[in-house]
Every structure is written in C-alpha cells, then in structure tokens.
C-alpha cells in the first residue's frame, strides 16, 4: 500500500518550476524559479509512479509501474503504453528479413495477389507488376540492389549502362509526365507497402469487455436473470438481471465507440508522420513530391539528414557516408563511392553530398519488407498517463475496501434479519426463507458491492490522458505542429525556457542578397556587375555554380528561370545570375574532382575544379570573418590580385557593419593549385583535405532575412508565462544581436553584454561548473556549433529548466535527443533532425512553437478538471451509499444508476471535459511543475465543497425523504420508498450535469466563459440531461425509478443549480500554499524510513 498511496493524488517530478498559484491563479513568472521548490516536492525512489520524464526511462521502471497499478482491465489500460518487447520483436523481423528476403518477399507479392483477385486488397498495396517497355526486368534488378553485386551491375554497363534501361537521364532524371511515372509503377511497383490492418471495431468491443468487475456483473446478472424467471416468472422475474446486463452491455458499447475513434485519430497522425516530402530531379527540375511517388529510374540529389528513400545506386558522390544502422544493426557508417555504390532503402545521409538513381521500391526493398511485416507502435506513456495510473490505483484501494466494508455490513445485516424490503417486511427469517430467495438477495447484495468497485475504480482516468491528447494532437496539426511523441505534448506544459534557432525560425527564410563588397570596395546595387572586371565575375560564378547543393533550371519553353536550393543557396545563386552566371555552361565546362560540404562546425564549405586538363581551382563558401582570416589576398575591381593586409581592417568594419543591419554575411573565396599536388587515385582523393589557407577574396555578401511577423508578440507572451525564449545561432554575434532585439529576445541595446550574449567558443571553453553558472544568464549564443546548443541544453537541465529545443540540421540531432522537448522544422528540417525530434513544427514558425506551449498547459488543465469532476462523483457516491447500507442495510443508488453514473463520469465526462480548447488565462500562469500534484489545493477546496454539498443534501433526503417530500402519509409505503430513491438518483446526477460546468473553470468565478466555443461539451451536457429524463420517466422498473412528479423535477433541478452558487463562495476560502500530498506523504515517508532503519 505504502508505494501506492503516495502517487498521482500526490507527487512527481519536478525538475520544473513549481507554481505558487496552485491549479491556477496568478503568481508573476518572474518572482519563481526552478530552484525555489518547496524542499518536500524531491524525488521519491520508491514511488513506481514518479518518473521525472518517460522519454529516455529504462525498461525496468517502465514495468515497475505497470506492476504497481491497481488494474480491472489491462488489454485497455495499457492500449496506448510502450510495447516493452518491442526492439526486440524489431531486431528479430530485421535479422530474418536479411536471410529470407527473397522467400518472404515472394510469400507479400502471392498474399496481394490473392487479396487483388478476391477485392480484398488495401489502398496502399504494391499494384500488379507488368514488365512494361524496359530493357531490365524488375528481378534483375531487385537481385542485384539486395546482393549488392558489383559483377552484375558491370554487365549491365555500371550505372549509366543501368539508366539506359531503365529509359532515364543521369543529368535530368525521368520526364516529369504522369503516364511516365504511371508506366514505372507498374513496371517496378510503387514506393508502398501493404500496411498491417488496425484492430476493427469488434476487437475494441472485446477488449471493453474484458473489465474485471463489468465480467463480474455479467455473472451476477446472469444469476439474476434465472432467479428472478423462475421465482417471479419471465414477466417480471427477468427485470433485475437484465437491466443490469443491458447497463453493461451500454458501457462496453460506449467504451469501445469512445477508444476506437482514438485509435482511428492516431492511425492518421501516424500516417502524416511516414508521408516525407523530398526532392527529385525530373526534366532537369528539381520537385518535391511524395516519398510514396518516388519510382525506379528517378535520380535523387542526397544531402546530410537525408533518409535514402528506396534502395539504389550512387551516380555521383563527395565524402557521402551512410548510416545503415537501422537495416543492419551494426552503428558503423559506411562510406558510399564507384567501389561500393549500393545504397538501402530506409538509412540515413550521415555526411556528404551525392546522387543516386533508384532501382527498388516498397516491398522490393528489404525497408519495405521490414514495415510491412512489423506493425507502428503507437504506443508510449506519458508522465502524466504514469502518474493518473499511480491516481487510479490509490483511489481504486480506497474504492476497493469502501466495497469491501459495504458488502459485509449488508450482508451482516441482511442474515441477523435487520435488512427490510421497500413494503417494511424483514428479508431474511431463520428457517423460512426459501435458498433461492437467499441466494436471489446475496446476488444483489454483491452486485451493489461489485457496482461499487466499478465507480470507485477510475479505469478511465488514465485513459482520459490518451483522450485529450488525441484531441490535442488533431487540433495541433490545425496549428502547423505535427506531434511524434505523446508525451512532449504535454512536457511542453511544463517548458520553462526555449532555446530557438534563429534562421527560419524567429525569421522568414526568405533570403535575398542586399549588400556586397567586390573588388575591394562596396558595390552600389549589390548585383550589377558593371563596376566588376570579366576575371572577377568569371570567377565568383564558377565558385557560386560549383559550390553548391542548389539548382538554376531554365524551362524549355523560355519561362522564368526556377532556382532551387536552400534558402542561403537560392539568394546566392540568384545573386550570381543578376551578375551573369551561366550556371549549366560552367557546371558542363569545369568538373568537380573533390567536395568538402558546408559543415556546421567549420561553417564553410568548398570544391576542387578541374578545368580542362591542368587547371585546378579551389573554391570556398562560408561565414564571411572566418573565411577572410583565411585570406592573404583579394582581387580588385580590374581583375588583379592585391594584398589583402591594408584592407583586411575595411572588411571586417564591412563585416560588422552588415551584421549590425541583421544580415547574414558570407564571403566567397577561392586559390589555384597544382595538379601534381591533387592525388590521382580515388582512395586517395576521398581522404585528400582541401586547402583552406592563402586564400584570394572575391566578395562578401550581406544577406538580408526578415523577422516573421508575429515574431516579437509571441515572444512577448512566453515572456509573460514565465518561458524564457533563447536565440541559438550559427550567425555573426552582431548579426544575432540585431535580430535579437528586433524579436525582442532582448529588451534593451544595454542588455546586449557578456554572458548575456556569447560567443559558443567562448562558452564551450568554460568548465561544467561555469557552463551551469553561465547557461541561467544566457539569452543569445551567437556562431554556435550544434554541440555548443547540446552542452546548453545539458546546463540548462541541469539548473532545473524544462527545456524545448529548436533545430532543422542533422548536427541537431543530439540536442533535439537531449533535451525535453525537441522540436524539428518541417520545411527546412532534415529527415534525421525530425526522428530525433518529438514534435514537428510544420510552417517552421516559432508563433507554432508558442501555440503548442498552449496546447501542453491545455493538456495537464483539461485532465486537472476531469480529476476534480470524477473524484466528486466518487467521494459522493461512496459516502452516501456507505453510511446507507451500515445503517439502513439498503443502499439508495441501485446497480443499473450506478452503472449510467460511471457512464457520465468515465466516458462522456472524459470527452466533455478532456476536450476544452485552450484559453489565454493558460498563459497568464507560470509553467506547471513536473512534480507538482496532481490534485491542487484549490482542487482539494473545490471537490470538497461539492461533495459535502451533495452528501448533505442526499444523505438527509434518504432519511428524512419521505417526511421533506411529504410521502409519509402515502398509502402504499413501497411506492413512497422509491419515489425517494428515485428523487436521491435524479438529484445526484444534476448535481453532476451542473457540477460539469464548474470542473471547465477551477480557479476562475465565471464558469461559462468560452462554453459556446466546445460545442462538444453542451452536446453531452444536453445528452446527458435528456437521457436522464428518459431514464427516470419511460425506463420504470428496468432503472429502479418511478416517474416524478414536475414538482419534484424542479426540486432536483434546484438542487443541482445551487452548486454554482456554492461553486463561488467556495472560490472565496483561501488555500495554503503547501500542498496538501505534502501531509499526505509524510506518514508514509516516516514509516518506510523506520523500516528500512
């Protein structure tokens, strides 16, 4: 009992800030911070139920909790938890896929087959594959890409003896033509794989059946049925058991309705998820499409983060290194050139550039076969889903012994002859009572007690958290936030500070050239090249068009020139070509021999060209201060080359100046080498380093990109919810300063000092100490590395902060991995940074960024007020029927009202209140504290209230009833007696319908703000309200209810509508600032430490 009782209702993790204002209210961010908790909110080792953060949680306090929980029903409890089997399930599919590929390969193509002749087959089945108008069939093919066979691709004429073939282009790909793309689907199949079917809805219905209690009361209702037929006749004998089977068979029914549109909401995001959009090289252009439309013959430019998207050989590669990890099982990267040009389906660009040509498809593909033969786990607790577990069970305990109690205390009642029916004769006399009678009245006895235990025992508390995060999640993707991980949704509640990139992010992405400095000197319009020598213009576009991952396509029928690229890329490019480029004449006139791709740690990058057969060129592109310290020269406006000592100073104040204006400086620099110099064999080549000193100065661009709108309000509200936005750049520190306050990350030009604003060298060079002492203070980090941001995040975590992070590049990867929420851009993102993140940022927008910190406190909100709603019922419920049954031996809530209670209260008040939308009041509070308590002081207050109302009322009502409702003179006393039960249940649950609306506002006096905007709220109020109605006047004897009069309607319905008021004047007594699970845990604490004393 000790491990369970202190959980949910009480603690867990906190390495959040704990908020003074409890379950609401206002205390300014500023005054809290993560280090001021109340020393009594620690971890508890011995609690199953305090996980600080499920992402990277151990397998073995996974299953500690499990096993802790108290559960009626785990197929469904555990629905929506992390398959603990399931890596190595995986490992096994992919060790057995590599040794039986072409045997299980041909068992899927004989399975759709069967499903396409009978009409059985799914959408995204491979279609039927005919061998089309190729000279290579599809075989051939898939033999030699799963062999990796260096022999058979020879005889075929190496790679471009392939593309012949297979009717492609090296240099232009395929025809952008849909019959093209249609005549290859059929050819070689599509990029598809038959998907393992989701459960129907008739395996929802057996698994809501499964409940142990609700199996329990089938039986009883059962025993009921053939009881009641023999001894009262079918007539009347089949009443008892079967409005009690029929209450069952609702609650089963709803349950399943209520988890099969979950799984269905979830099967769809899981489906945006795998739909990844990439570029292809079609009629010379580069398009985006569909991973699923990609097709045998297409040539694919692959870049660092990249996900080869089907299986294939390299055409053409620098430096490329591919991670295949996650097809062989072994963490080496392998590096992909002419000798080994086999590239899988499914792995990862680790490093370099290259183009590949695609020869395998779905299930032609061992990726394929793989997906096809594993079903997607959706599975996976969230700290919150953890802690209600921990909830549940404290309150199924308690539920569990109130049953307990009620069932002895009737049936000590019921056999010492005290127990009476409603007509006042004692149900049970020593030797008269028949055994069927007896065991007719146990039955019952044991019912009410089982029906009990199904109120008390919240089993769809937990589930409430998978419920208002599907909702969560549907809504988001509305907000342009694609959730890869339930539980960041909910950490992002908790997000005490951001750390943001800047690019694309904070700004637009939207990059055009606007200064330049060429020829020694600033140019007047940044791209007329009529002040600049042939020599220096020749030279900056051979650098520019070599130097590149961007495309410059001129359409055949003379249209507007399409440039494509990142967006760095794209505005040099554009720039170049205003100066004169010709982008296709130098690429076919000059050849790359060597590449060294931009890093995000040196922050350049540059190419070796051949010319004609001596001339070596070696160009380089980066961050412009750091390729001028490379510089010993520069070529002037006549084409000359000068030393560059006397204007290296008037480049620098350039520098500075453009940085200032928040432009993005890169400079362009290039120098000439020997040919001898160059090695000649491959092997050699592929480990040659390119020089990178006495470099020759071309130009130095300043690039200008505008901060988004909306940018500096959604800053300011983080600000003002007590989430601190940092700015984590790449960029020139001046130029990170600039957009810093443009934002207004920084308020003031006075603020702009060390370590507020830093440099990621200077602190990467700090010890661990002084980085945690620094990372508090740090507001811009400019000219970081991606492991500078990894080494913040730690810090930060370290000091206590719930940290979100931002970041589009592979580099990113292990900070997106590290910190609490990892957030990954959805346009300029690589594949590797959006796996590694949890939630996806679609428009790249850091406004989205802010809407799902909303979203994150809506979640932990909408669950707080389903607690209080919930415990309301139960604490209610509880009392009034055990103090009835101890002292009258009767119980006035009966088995089938108990049964609809638990509906209003499990299911449709889950889906009434678990699906609020989000208010502005969520971000006028500081962040929830991960180890703040469930349940709040205010919460405490508010249930409290409640209940003692209801208990008050009701409880009077059952024993003064008949008097108060004026039924003591009434003739037939057996009538009377349920006319008052009858008014108690009708009273009760308008108590719950009006209590409804106080549980959406916990701390807030107007209950009804924003009610009209969940339309799904006043459907299941008025649902709600309409079926009591019908219950109560139509349902008769089936419901254990009489029809009221219209006299007594109103008087329940006065009875619930006083709880508003009361709701009101309640909000008026203050609560203590120390949580109440603070008393609760000590008790427990001290008896554990004398035990393990």
Known sequence: MSASSSNGLLLTSMSGRHDKMEAGGSSKPEDVHPSDHHEQLEHDPDDPFDLDNTKNASADSLR?????????????????????????????????IRAHAQVIRAALLFKLAGEQQT???SASSTPAISPGNFDIDLEKLVSMTRNQNMSSLQQHGGVKGVAEKLKSNLEQGIEEDEKEVTDRKNAFGSNTYPKKKGKSFYMFLWEAWQDLTLIILIIAAVTSLALGIKTEGLKEGWLDGGSIAFAVLLVIIVTAVSDYRQSLQFQNLNDEKRNIQLEVMRGGRIVKISIYDVVVGDVIPLRIGDQVPADGVLISGHSLAIDESSMTGESKICHKDQKSPFLMSGCKVADGVGNMLVTGVGINTEWGLLMASISEDTGEETPLQVRLNGLATFIGIVGLTVAVVVLVALLVRYFTGTTQDSSGATQFVKGKTSISDIVDDCVKIFTIAVTIVVVAVPEGLPLAVTLTLAYSMRKMMADK????????????GSATTICSDKTGTLTLNQMTVV???AGGSKMEVADNPSGLHP???????????????GNVFHPKDGGEVEISGSPTEKAILSWAYKLGMKFDTIRSESAIIHAFPFNSEKKRGGVAVLRGDSEVFIHWKGAAEIVLACCTQYMDSNGTLQPIDSQKEFFRLAIDAMA???????????????LSQVPKEQEDLDKWSLPEDELTLLAIVGIKDPCRPGVREAVRICTSAGVKVRMVTGDNLQTAKAIALECGILAADTEAVEPTIIEGKVFRELSEKEREQVAKKITVMGRSSPNDKLLLVQALRKNGDVVAVTGDGTNDAPALHEADIGLSMGISGTEVAKESSDIIILDDNF????????WGRSVYANIQKFIQFQLTVNVAALIINVVAAMSSGDVPLKAVQLLWVNLIMDTLGALALATEPPTDHLMHRTPVGRREPLITNIMWRNLLVQSFYQVAVLLVLNFAGLSILGLSQD???????????????NAFVMCQIFNEFNARKPDEMNVFSGVSKNPLFVAIVGVTFVLQILIVTFLGEFAHTVALSWQLWLASIVIGLVSWPLAVVGKLIPVPKTPMSVYFKKPFRKYRASRNA
């Open 535 to 549: 020599k220096l213009i020749a030279l900056i576009s051979e650098g520019v068009a070599q130097n590149t991952t």
């Open 971 to 985: 003739s037939n006393h057996a009538h009377a007696v349920e006319v008052k039960n009858t008014m108690i249940f």
């Open 481 to 492: 936030a694609l959730v890869r991980r339930l539980s960041a949704c909910e950490t992002m």
């Open 64 to 96: 500690r909790w499990r096993q802790a929980s108290l559960v009626l029903n785990a197929s469904r409890r555990f629905r929506y938890t992390l398959d603990l089997n399931k890596e190595e399930h995986y490992e096994k599919r992919r060790r057995m």
């Open 119 to 121: 009409g059985f087959g």
């Open 515 to 517: 200064e330049t400095y």
């Open 847 to 854: 406004a989205s960024v802010v809407k799902v910190v909303r």
């Open 660 to 674: 200032k204006n928040s432009l993005r400086c890169v400079a362009i620099a290039c120098r000439t080498q020997e």
